[in-house]
């Protein structure tokens, strides 16, 4: 059982930057693939970025690359995103998610075991 803790969220405007992390429960941290998706009103919930179990592999939404990145700390039990950049198509609420195991892509919410609750992003323009 993982439990997942979300921080860093707030109110910024367009060109902003911001620094989401994710706190982690338990002593298999590193024995998870890390993700971070989000949800923007009205919309499903849609991939945003992965993190391979040791940090030396990740994939990105295209629209996120070149201005987010992710990173973990496994020592610290915490996921990070750090975004830049910051556009009003990215409002959402990110949430942060644990993965198991993963087949193939990691963009796929049912891959991902354990979410957290959640952390609210808008950016004004």
Not at 44 to 70: M, N
Not at 99 to 104: M, N, T, Y
């Amino acid at each position: 059982q993982v439990q997942l803790i979300e921080s860093g969220g707030g109110l910024v405007q367009a060109g902003d930057s911001l620094r989401l992390s994710c706190a982690a429960s338990g002593r298999t941290f590193s024995s998870y693939v890390m993700g971070w998706f989000r949800q923007a009103p009205g919309k499903e919930r849609e991939f945003v970025v992965a993190i391979s179990r040791s940090g030396d592999r990740t994939y990105y939404l295209d629209s996120v690359k070149g201005r987010f990145t992710i990173s973990r700390d496994n020592a610290k039990n915490t996921v990070y995103l750090q975004m830049h950049s910051l556009k009003p198509e990215d409002t959402a609420v990110y949430y942060c998610a644990a993965a198991q195991e993963i087949r193939g892509t990691p963009n796929r919410r049912a891959q991902y075991d354990y979410w957290g609750q959640g952390t609210q992003v808008t950016v004004s323009s």
